[in-house]
T-cell receptor, first 115, second 111 residues
């Protein structure tokens, strides 16, 4: 049973370009969480999605950032017109549909570097 | 989610037992206490979860007093590979939409 898969592992973009980060949750999981982490800091909640629905996006910047979790395929975190301040590690986590107090399963993250 | 407070950093030596305490004064009745471990350049990994008293697994023990306003993660006989950031989370995943991580405790194990 494969774990949470994130790709790419590293992504380099120039200012003004778009970044697309992908997250495939564990098999059977229908809840996805995205977090951002700056060096030497904790994880900052961005968005929580269920299949085809955004449940809580209170941690997402209002502009340039969007997330989706379609019925088929991975969850996508999209950052338009990237700036240097977007450079960070982005982690996603998944949990099962029944939402017991099960643990979250995290991917290895995508390290975004904006030049 | 209940707010948590834990030490920013700790140092210990190989072979020692390490105890990291987390304060969560406003824990709710249905909240669970969960600890995660994060190595550099990796996502957090679940260590242990408990509701009350004591929980033990192959990695750690979790001690929770009767009032549940704090908890202590205990790592027996640590090694250099236990150097990581440890996060304490308190909440009810069945109710909470956000699952918030604090800054965690940076544990350095010295030879």
């Amino acid at each position: 049973n494969a774990g949470v898969m994130q790709n790419p592992r590293h992504l380099v973009r120039r200012r003004g370009q778009e970044a697309r980060l992908r997250c495939s949750p564990m098999k059977g999981h229908s809840h996805v969480y995205w977090y951002r982490q700056l060096p030497e800091e904790g994880l900052k909640f961005m968005v929580y999605l269920q299949k085809e629905n955004i449940i809580d996006e209170s941690g997402m910047p209002k502009e340039r950032f969007s997330a989706e979790f379609p019925k088929e395929g991975p969850s996508i975190l999209r950052i338009q017109q990237v700036v240097r301040g977007d450079s960070a590690a982005y982690f996603c986590a998944s949990s099962p549909p029944e939402r017991t107090n099960e643990k979250l399963f995290f991917g290895s993250g995508t390290q975004l570097s904006v030049l | 989610l209940a707010k948590t407070t834990q030490p920013i950093s700790m140092d210990s030596y190989e072979g020692q037992e390490v105890n990291i305490t987390c304060s969560h004064n406003n824990i709710a009745t249905n909240d669970y206490i969960t600890w995660y471990q994060q190595f550099p350049s990796q996502g957090p990994r679940f260590i242990i979860q408990g509701y009350k008293t004591k929980v033990t697994n192959e990695v750690a023990s979790l001690f929770i007093p009767a009032d549940r306003k704090s908890s202590t993660l205990s790592l027996p006989r640590v090694s250099l590979s236990d150097t990581a950031v440890y996060y304490c989370l308190v909440g009810d995943i069945t109710r909470d939409d956000k699952i918030i991580f604090g800054k965690g405790t940076r544990l350095h194990i010295l030879p």
